[in-house]
């Protein structure tokens, strides 16, 4: 198995950035790919970013393309979200999420196995 620990939330103006982290641990070493998704109020959840655990690649929903960047650290089995020029619609509460197979879409939350608890990102007009 395999934990997650989201952590950065917080309350910002639009305009504003935030970092947020996500460190893993347990069975990191099965962990192929690792994404953000969000949730609003009212809302179903949404592929927010995703990146591979081995050559980096990464994917971006339009909504944030160009605006938010993630990243990771192997060595401190840990996935960033920095999100820059925020809006008040990017207002969600924000989850890492880890796969240990590419058995479906990545833009689909049912492909990945492992979740972490959320982090609260609320963005002030």
């Known amino acids: 198995q395999v934990q997650l620990v989201e952590s950065g939330g917080g309350l910002v103006q639009a305009g504003g950035s935030l970092r947020l982290s996500c460190a893993a641990s347990g069975r990191t070493f099965s962990v192929i790919a690792m994404a953000w998704f969000r949730q609003a109020p009212g809302k179903e959840r949404e592929f927010v970013a995703f990146?591979?655990?081995?050559?980096?690649?990464?994917y971006y929903a339009d909504s944030v393309k160009g605006r938010f960047t993630i990243s990771r650290d192997n060595a401190k089995n840990t996935v960033y979200l920095q999100m820059n020029s925020l809006k008040p619609e990017d207002t969600a509460v924000y989850y890492c999420a880890a796969a240990a197979s590419y058995g479906g879409s990545i833009y689909y939350s049912g492909s990945y196995e492992s979740w972490g608890q959320g982090t609260q990102v609320t963005i002030s007009s």
């Open positions: 990146i591979s655990a081995s050559v980096g690649r990464t």
